[in-house]
């Protein structure tokens, strides 16, 4: 008897709480909007100085043009205003809590992006109703797919963070007739969906006031920070053009008497133009920033030419006839470099002058070996042939006295020899020092 008493209670609770929200009518809805829109014009607005606020829910980053330098991203605007003219009691008209309009049918404000590329046209859509409440509170949520232009930043280019921004302004309303404010946090990212290429750092919002033909407006900025996601550039950019700049530096390792040095340079500094006419595809074309991975690319193609050059020089060395003289400066560098690369040939136990006399009075017409060991140069089998190799010859009086000295002589091929050993340890270097610099800067800014 109790529970059923009880439950008669509540269905008596229920029927008092929810009798006075029954729905109402369509004839009541109709009465309703009659009388609101009786003497409205959807021209004027509400008020003197009209207050709308405004936030930007996002969806995703459609794209990201470094090339146009453009940034797209999809959403809807969430825009609200008060108009005292839609105002009715809440009691009256069977409990009507909310009305829908169409925007022609009441007032809208006319807000712009004014950085938009494809539409600069104000915010509209005529599918989507504006909700209007008891209390005049208008609310509208027209959808936005959006492309606007912005500044990028490829100074750190695939490891580039962006900064771009809509820019909400309305011309047609200075901000004594309507003032734009920021609702909430101003971007909300409640639905938003992560991009594979550019990952959304940060968010935030600004109002300013700017000057017009002597009229004052109001302008609201909604800011996306984005970092590019590096992975694709890094395996499809920064290797190749990595392997590609140290196979520059292994064309002085290639023997004068291979033939290949000159096509081996050339096919490596082509490889490396065409790295460089893909990457400036993608980058745009302007001199506010400079890449510094095109940078890299530029001075290790100068490196590359240079090298083509310096090959060239030193197959003209290497195939000097031995008739033709060498300067005495020409053999203190060559001695010098071989000190400085370290070769077997100036490694070689000095000679006295006394030594070298006697040595040379037992020269006869044997072979470069029996030279070379009369010298006083000690003669195992992997010097002797480093020695064939380099191009020595065992010196003669006409020798400097360190030639003398070590009991050995240049010839032009050996000026070539060294001078590609030379070459090969100061690319190396370069190459490296500029690499680590390179990935230093990119990495670490």
């Not at 938009?116 to 909700?131: F, K, M, Y």
């Not at 000095?350 to 006083?376: A, C, M, Q, R």
Request: one cysteine or more; a negative charge; aromatic letters at 12%.
């Amino acid at each position: 008897m109790i529970s059923r008493s009880f439950v008669l209670i509540i269905c008596f609770v229920v029927c008092l709480r929810f009798g006075s929200l029954r729905a109402f009518s369509i004839s009541e809805e109709t009465d309703l909007r009659s009388n609101l829109l009786e003497n409205y014009t959807y021209t004027i607005r509400p008020e003197a100085t009209v207050k709308v606020s405004l936030s930007f829910q996002a969806i995703a980053i459609t794209s990201v043009d470094i090339k146009d330098q453009q940034f797209g991203i999809s959403g809807w605007w969430l825009m609200t205003w008060s108009d005292t003219r839609l105002m009715w009691a809440p009691g009256s008209y069977g409990g009507i809590p909310i009305l829908q309009f169409k925007n022609d049918q009441i007032w809208t404000p006319a807000l712009v992006v004014d950085n938009s590329v494809n539409d600069l046209s104000a915010i509209h859509e005529d599918t989507i109703p504006l909700r209007v409440d008891s209390k005049g509170k208008v609310t509208w949520n027209p959808p936005a797919l959006l492309t606007v232009s912005c500044t990028m930043d490829i100074t750190y280019f695939p490891f580039d963070t962006q900064t771009c921004a809509l820019q909400v302004t309305s011309f047609g309303y200075t901000i004594q007739e309507l003032s734009i404010f920021v609702y909430g946090s101003g971007v909300v990212l409640s639905y938003f969906s992560p991009d594979g290429e550019w990952r959304l750092l940060d968010n935030w919002t600004d109002r300013k006031i700017f000057t017009e033909d002597n009229y004052e407006y109001s302008k609201v900025y909604y800011y996306f920070s984005i970092k590019r996601r590096p992975l694709y550039y890094g395996l499809n950019y920064l290797l190749p053009v990595l392997i590609t700049s140290l196979l520059t530096i292994f064309v002085f390792v290639l023997p004068a008497e291979s033939g290949e040095k000159i096509g081996y340079c050339l096919t490596v500094l082509l490889g490396y133009m065409v790295i460089l006419t893909l990457i400036a595809a993608d980058l745009p074309t302007t001199a506010e920033y400079t890449s510094i991975l095109e940078l890299y690319i530029a001075v290790v193609l100068i490196m590359g030419g240079l090298s083509v050059i310096l090959s060239i020089y030193v197959l003209e060395l290497h195939h000097r006839p031995d008739d033709q003289p060498i300067s005495n400066f020409t053999r203190r560098m060559t001695m010098f470099g071989m000190r400085l690369c370290c070769y077997e040939g100036c490694c070689v136990k000095k000679v006295s002058p006394t030594e070298y006399d006697s040595s040379n009075e037992t020269k006869d017409k044997g072979s470069g070996t029996e030279k070379l060991e009369s010298s006083g140069l000690t003669m195992r089998s992997p010097w002797v042939k480093q020695h064939s190799y380099m191009g020595l010859r065992p010196a003669t009086p006409m020798s400097t006295p360190e030639e003398q000295s070590r009991g050995v002589e240049v010839t032009w091929q050996t000026v070539a020899y060294v001078l590609d050993g030379v070459l090969l340890r100061i690319y190396l270097l370069a190459v490296i020092v500029c690499s680590c610099v390179f990935l230093a800067i990119l990495c670490t800014h």
